[in-house]
């Protein structure tokens, strides 16, 4: 073809297929793709600004009608790249290679594409962290006086609170931070598991009325100290010292900041050192409530001492009405009495600061534990939502709350998105695996218990949860693993209490009856409705064994303790429910159904979509004991369908597996409808 030949538009499409320029097309589009994704994605992490990631992009795109041009006017042959004009005259021999080329663009274009893919979709993100990320550590107490420790704690505690309320930071929660040291060796490590590019360390040293606080800003990324700084001031002054600290790291970052959030990180919220000394132990005492049995109510006495010292301090007067909400939610106290002193508390706290977003959390609280008002609860969350973007306890709470209503699906999701700001919260981690295990994802839950052993290995309580979902998948041998360290003596009562229905299903009578012998042991050092629930379950146990001489003692010192209790809270459905049991291990046929359904009533499931099914299951246990064989079969078919979230000793809804493998069902197995039950697949 002569080198002015003009081409024949009607075979112009011939031409640029036979000259490759669609092939070269479709080549440089994947490998351009490719390339721009794979630049997007890598280069931030190594802080490569913006503006040169976008201007790579803008000649990858302007590259692509050169590159059809250049397909057009040129080949490449064995002697070099020539004309196309000039190719096309060659022999057949020297152009035999003329379109090889063309096929290696192709397949690594291709080529290029699927590793983009694989590491994108397999490989963990290389998606660079936040900027404006922070994690604030420990802060290390150096006091003489070692139970000063609580005062370091506060510290972190108050700084972190301020940072979480600007919109324009992502904080991590004090819960995932409180595994880690004080000035750790390795802050790399700590950034990446945590997902922040920044972090906060600090020391704190109080002697009697003089306080230094030593803090610095760490840019994990690039091994750069943003900012630090030493105050030594009075303790009269440490509020002025928390704001500070939240102002400077704010600057720091760059974080915008509206006229609300300046307000709040200048707040103080007490002029009472005392007062705000007082509060400090109350918090610290209510960090250690899910590990202490009576570190709630240790919180309550210091909160109370704040208010009394400070009757303006609103805050406390907020944790205040928490505390007790929380002590009549979990049953322990359903009185009156407690009902009213966590309402006279939130007054306080509306009177003195309404619009405060830690008033409006307690006030959610006061709905969701106390008037179990779950709508009414759900809209308050929202609100402080909006007002704490950065707390993980609201995400929480408004996850607690839609499980309550049955919203299952919206629950997780909450929980996750808490858990992109409280990553390494291993309380957290179980919370959303006993979600997992309500709605019976065994696999999801075995992951984040296994999540939460990562950050306290072998901590009892998880590695008895864990057992838990081996239980409910029947599974035995994995869970008596989980379960080899748990003993009579374990001080985690779940975990006894898991262990204890391990043995049951093992059918494992004679161990079990040493623990047994164990926790009757202990009953004199037990109080209230914790005694009640246990000694039903010890005469559960002995009736369950034969010994009914034994279980009947055994009901009646039950009941004996349970009656008072019941009178005196005559709206706990857990009281009614543990007096149904006693009464039926007694003979008492008509007073044990209408306890049973007097729990069912006191919290339905319509109600309570969490804890209102255990009522139903509770009611076919009495109805199988008092003879009510077709009527208890047919609430454990309807349960089986049902998430919930557990009863009889496990934190798991029923499956096929535990009604196969509980001896507690023995009396229905006679039955094919029962059997049908057992027999079908796990949901």
């Known amino acids: 073809m002569a080198e002015d030949q003009e081409v024949n538009p009607k075979t112009f499409f011939g031409e640029l297929r036979r000259r490759n320029v669609y092939k070269v097309a479709i080549a440089y589009a994947m490998a351009g793709w490719a390339l721009s994704q794979g630049i997007a994605q890598v280069f931030p992490v190594f802080d490569v600004p913006n503006w040169i990631i976008r201007l790579i992009v803008l000649l990858i795109i302007i590259g692509l009608p050169i590159a059809l041009v250049l397909a057009w006017m040129f080949e490449i042959t ?37 590793l983009f893919c694989l590491g994108r979709y397999t490989a963990p993100s290389l998606s660079p962290l936040p900027a404006k990320s922070i994690a604030v550590l420990p802060f290390e107490n150096l006091s003489e006086d070692k139970a000063n420790a609580y005062f370091a704690d506060g510290i972190q505690v108050e700084i972190l609170t301020r940072l979480a309320k600007i919109a324009d930071l992502k904080v991590i929660s004090r819960t995932s931070t409180q595994q880690y040291q004080s000035k750790p060796a390795d802050l790399t490590k700590i950034a990446k598991q945590l997902g922040v ?15 230094r606080v030593n803090v610095q800003l760490v840019n994990v990324q690039t091994d750069s100290e943003l900012w630090a700084e030493t105050y030594d001031r009075k303790l009269t002054d440490i509020f002025s010292v928390e704001s500070d600290i939240a102002k400077r790291i704010a600057g720091s970052l760059q974080a915008k900041l509206s006229g609300h959030e300046e307000q709040a990180l200048a707040a103080a919220p007490t002029n009472n050192p005392k007062a705000y000394d007082a509060y400090l132990r109350g918090l610290h005492f209510e960090a250690l409530s899910n590990y202490m049995s009576d570190a709630l109510f240790k919180a309550i006495d210091f909160y109370g001492l704040a208010v009394q010292l400070d009757p303006n301090f609103a805050l406390a007067w907020a944790r205040l009405s928490g505390a007790h909400a929380l002590v009549y939610f979990l049953r322990n106290d359903t009185t009156a009495a407690r009902r009213d002193a966590a309402k006279t508390a939130l007054d306080h706290a509306l009177k003195l600061q309404p619009d405060s977003p830690e008033t409006l959390l307690f006030l959610g609280y006061y709905q969701y534990w106390v008037l179990r008002d779950y709508g009414l609860a759900k809209s308050t969350f929202e609100r402080v939502s909006k007002m704490l973007p950065g707390r993980s306890e609201v995400l929480y709470a408004l996850g607690a709350v839609a499980g309550r209503e049955g919203n299952w699906d919206q ?41 939460a052993l990562d950050i306290l290995p072998n901590e009892p309580s998880t590695m008895a949860l864990k057992a838990s979902i081996y239980q ?57 409705i914790d005694k009640g629930v246990k000694e039903v379950g010890i005469a559960l146990y002995q009736h369950l064994t034969g010994d009914t001489a034994h279980a009947k003692v055994t009901a009646e010192q039950a009941r004996n303790t349970l009656q008072p209790l019941g009178k005196d809270q005559p709206d706990n459905a857990f009281i009614a429910a543990a007096l149904a049991v006693a009464d039926a291990i007694l003979g008492e046929k008509a007073s044990a159904i209408d306890e049973a359904q007097r729990a069912v009533a006191l919290l339905p499931s319509s109600k309570d979509r969490v804890s209102g099914p255990g009522f139903e299951e509770n009611l076919a246990l009495v109805d199988m004991m008092i003879g009510k064989n077709s009527r208890a079969i047919s609430i454990l078919t309807q349960l089986l369908q049902t998430p919930y979230g557990g009863w009889l000793y ?34």
């Not at 920044?198 to 003089?210: H, L, M, P, Y």
């Not at 196969?660 to 059997?675: H, K, Q, S, T, Y």
């Open 411 to 451: 629950s997780i999701a909450y929980w996750e998105r808490a858990l992109a700001l409280d990553p390494r919260n291993p309380a957290l981690l179980a919370e959303v695996a006993v979600a997992y295990a309500m709605v019976r994802q065994f696999p999801a839950a075995l992951k984040l218990y296994d999540q």
């Open 650 to 683: 496990s934190p798991c809804p029923i499956t096929p597996a535990l009604l196969r493998l509980d001896p507690i069902w023995d009396p229905l197995r006679a039955n094919p409808a029962f059997r049908k039950l057992y027999d079908q697949k796990q949901p």
């Open 78 to 114: 064995p002697h070099g790249i020539k004309r196309t004009e000039t190719a096309d005259a060659m022999p057949a021999t020297s152009r035999q290679n003329k379109r090889a080329w063309i096929y290696v663009f192709v397949i690594g274009g291709l080529a290029s594409m699927g």
């Open 197 to 211: 590019a920044n972090i906060v360390e600090g020391s704190v040293q109080k002697t009697a009325d003089q306080v």
């Open 472 to 528: 409910a998948e029947g599974n035995l041998q994995e869970a008596a693993n989980a379960l080899i360290q748990v003993n009579a003596e374990t001080q985690s009562n779940t975990a006894v209490r898991i262990k204890f229905t391990q043995l049951r299903l093992e059918r494992d009578f004679a161990e079990s009856n040493q623990l047994v012998q164990v926790r009757q042991a202990k009953l004199r050092f037990t109080a209230g």
